[in-house]
Each structure stands twice: as structure tokens, then as C-alpha cells.
């Protein structure tokens, strides 16, 4: 069974561009959570898709976005990066929202210069 | 808010057992996740707590105490693969997942 594959693996931006980030879960699972990693911070929850719909949201601001498709797979935009948000995103899928584990993707390193 | 401490940092000689507590006062609580990161990779899932007690799985055991907002996991035999940040986390909504800072776990020779 394959894992959660996030792509691409790592990015380098420049300010003030956008990119988009994509989540393929495990086979089977429907709900799709992002995060943030960054040394200072920790892991930061963005957001969380299950069933098309978002049902959960973060502490960021509205330059970040998300949504999730059908198949559930989801992607996640920055629009109008800043240095800031250079950092590790990270994907978790699990089977349902709630009383099931969540597993973890390898993540996508972005770098904004 | 949502508050979840562990340790920053543990050290632990090979073949030894080490335990990393978590405590936590969240508004909400749908399981604790515990979680191994190494250096630059993502985090591996380890266990999953939603009742109390204790789960074992092979040198990994993880206990729950949800009266106490209270959790361990406890590495037994230590190897130097475990050199690592192990990451407590709480599910405090859906599936969001509410981290604590990590500890960083050094195995010695």
C-alpha cells in the first residue's frame, strides 16, 4: 500500500510568487490535514480538507489556501510569498476525521529567496 | 488555548530505556499521536492513544492518562537509530493535530 506522496519533494521561489503544493494520500483515506514546519515554530496546523469540504482552519493568514479534490487529493497555495514562509509542508492523511491514526508525508521543502 | 509541554532535550545510553512525558490541556481531545522526526525527514507514525492505558508495540510503548491530561512513551533496549525528536501531539478537533515542541532524544554508545 502506498504512503502519503507530497510533490514536488523541494521548491525554490522568489517573493511575491505563488506555488502550489500537492497531497496524494493513502489509498482509501479522506481526510487530509497541512502543516507547517519551521525550526521556531514547531509544526503549525493550516488546514484540514475531508470530503471536499475544509473543516478546519489555522492561524494563517489568507494568502494560504487549500482544497481538496474527489479522489482526495489535495493541494495547498501560497499566493504572494514572503521569506517567511520558507519552510517545511507537511501532509497527514487519515481513513476518517476522527479515531483514526494519521500518517505523515515526506513533505515538501519550500525556500523563498 | 491549546497547551502541550514535553521535554526539549534527553539523553540516554545504548541499550537503556528512556521516557518522554507529555501533558497537556487542550479544549478537546480526539487521541495523542507520538511521533519519531529525524534530522530533515518527516515524521514517522509510532502510536495512537484515544483510551487510557498502555500500548506496547515491540520496543515502543505509549500511555495515556486522559484524566491527567498525561502521556509517556517509553523506548526500551535504546539503539543509536533512535537518536532522534519524538513529537507529542493531541487531535483536539477533526483532524487537526496540536503538536508540542519535541524532544530532542540523544543515544550514547
Known amino acids: 500500500k502506498a504512503g502519503v506522496t507530497q510533490t514536488p519533494r523541494y521548491l525554490i521561489k522568489t517573493r511575491g510568487q505563488q506555488v502550489t503544493l500537492s497531497c496524494s494520500p493513502i489509498s482509501g483515506h479522506r481526510s487530509v490535514s497541512w502543516y507547517q514546519q519551521t525550526p521556531g515554530q514547531g509544526l503549525q496546523f493550516l488546514f484540514e480538507?475531508?470530503?471536499?469540504?475544509?473543516?478546519n482552519k489555522g492561524n494563517f493568514p489568507g494568502r494560504f489556501s487549500g482544497r481538496q479534490f474527489s479522489n482526495s487529493r489535495s493541494e495547498m497555495n501560497v499566493s504572494t510569498l514572503e521569506l517567511g514562509d520558507s519552510a517545511l509542508y507537511l501532509c497527514?492523511?487519515?481513513?476518517?476525521?476522527?479515531?483514526?491514526?494519521?500518517?505523515f508525508g515526506q513533505g515538501t521543502r519550500l525556500t523563498v529567496v | 488555548g491549546q497547551n502541550i509541554d514535553q521535554p526539549t532535550e534527553m539523553t540516554a545510553t545504548e541499550g537503556a530505556i528512556v521516557q518522554i512525558n507529555c501533558t497537556y490541556q487542550?479544549?478537546?481531545?480526539?487521541?495523542l499521536f507520538w511521533y519519531q522526526q529525524h534530522a530533515g525527514e518527516a515524521p514517522t507514525f509510532l502510536s495512537y492513544?484515544?483510551?487510557?492505558g498502555l500500548e506496547e508495540k515491540g520496543r515502543f510503548s505509549s500511555f495515556l492518562s486522559r484524566s491527567k491530561g498525561y502521556s509517556y512513551l517509553l523506548l526500551k533496549e535504546l539503539q543509536m537509530k533512535d537518536s532522534a525528536s519524538y513529537l507529542c501531539a493531541v487531535r483536539t478537533a477533526g483532524n487537526k493535530l496540536t503538536f508540542g515542541g519535541g524532544t530532542r532524544v540523544l543515544v550514547k554508545p
Open positions: 497527514a492523511s487519515s481513513l476518517f476525521q476522527m479515531n483514526t491514526e494519521a500518517f
Open positions: 492513544n484515544v483510551l487510557d
Open positions: 480538507y475531508f470530503s471536499e469540504t475544509q473543516r
Open positions: 487542550t479544549s478537546g481531545f480526539n487521541g
